[in-house]
């Protein structure tokens, strides 16, 4: 069985985080280790507290997971601080295994997920050892400092990711305003693009789905599928995840990982 890993904050509401990771690996028949960068209190409604992991613990789980399985694909979610990034990428950069990123900065309720001085870590110690960048439109704009509004807009965003030394950026359209459509767009270091476009579904249960699509993808390049095909299937997973809502909580329930 194909091992992969995530490395994330725990949601203890079980929609986002390490837990929707874990049920999204199980699900695509991947089996799921995981580094726990920090706890949440959370649900539906919201994150209510975050108490981080020490930066040596994060190092201390990493070693004890590597020193025994082939990890052979892994994610990042929600890092929170410089310290737990620098402590990450010194642990991965020397080892044979795709990195899919995603930069979650700021949970649909507002809270902070990444403290504003971990950004230049993540750009700086992250991303050129990174395989693949999932942000979407307002994350994008903080890891590069532009307004991103128009397609080229994107174009432009996703090429100065690129630089970074990455494989792929897939540019997550769901924030641009266009109601027909929620239209990603994949980047790839050799010049060629290509779009994955979704009708909107015009629903509150979305909490985790860019948790659900970056572990997704993570599980197919642990299986062995090309970066293009794991990026397409990823996508596929969160798409029956939103449209069959589970309905569950008070707020912005979990995506469905069932579907
Ligand atoms: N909580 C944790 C621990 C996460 O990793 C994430 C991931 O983005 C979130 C919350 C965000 O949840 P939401 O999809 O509601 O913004």
Redesign the pocket.
């Known amino acids: 069985m194909d091992v992969v890993m995530t490395i994330?904050?725990?949601?203890s509401g079980g929609?986002?985080?390490?837990q929707a990771d874990l049920k999204t690996f199980q699900e695509l028949k991947v089996f799921g280790t995981s580094v726990i960068t920090?706890l949440?209190a959370?649900n539906t409604l919201g994150?209510d507290g975050i108490f981080p992991t020490t930066p040596e613990f994060v190092t201390q789980q990493l070693s004890s997971v590597f020193n025994d399985f082939d990890v052979k694909a892994l994610k990042t979610?929600?890092l929170f601080s410089a310290d737990i990034i620098e402590r990450v990428a010194g642990e991965i950069q020397n080892k044979e295994v795709q990195v899919v990123v995603?930069p979650?900065m700021?949970?649909?309720?507002g809270a902070s997920?990444l403290q504003q001085e971990a950004v230049e870590a993540l750009k700086t110690k992250l991303l050129p050892i990174a395989t693949v960048l999932t942000p979407n439109i307002p994350e994008a704009e903080v890891i590069t400092g532009m307004t991103i509004k128009t397609q080229s807009d994107i174009q432009a965003a996703a090429e100065c990711i690129l630089e970074k030394g990455l494989q792929c950026v897939v540019m997550k359209g769901g924030h641009l305003e266009n109601d027909e459509f929620a239209t990603d767009t994949v980047f790839l270091a050799n010049g060629s693009s290509f779009k994955m476009q979704s009708k909107r579904i015009h629903t509150k249960h979305?909490?985790?789905?860019?948790?659900t699509f970056s572990a997704a993808i993570t599980a197919f390049l642990g299986r062995g599928f090309s970066l293009q095909e794991a990026i397409v299937e990823g996508k596929k997973f969160v798409q029956l995840a939103i449209e069959h809502p589970l309905n569950l909580g008070h707020g912005?329930g979990p995506t469905n990982h069932f579907a």
């Open positions: 994330a904050g725990s949601d929609g986002a985080g390490i920090a949440t959370q994150v979610g929600m995603d979650v700021i949970a649909k309720g997920l979305t909490h985790g789905t860019g948790c912005h």
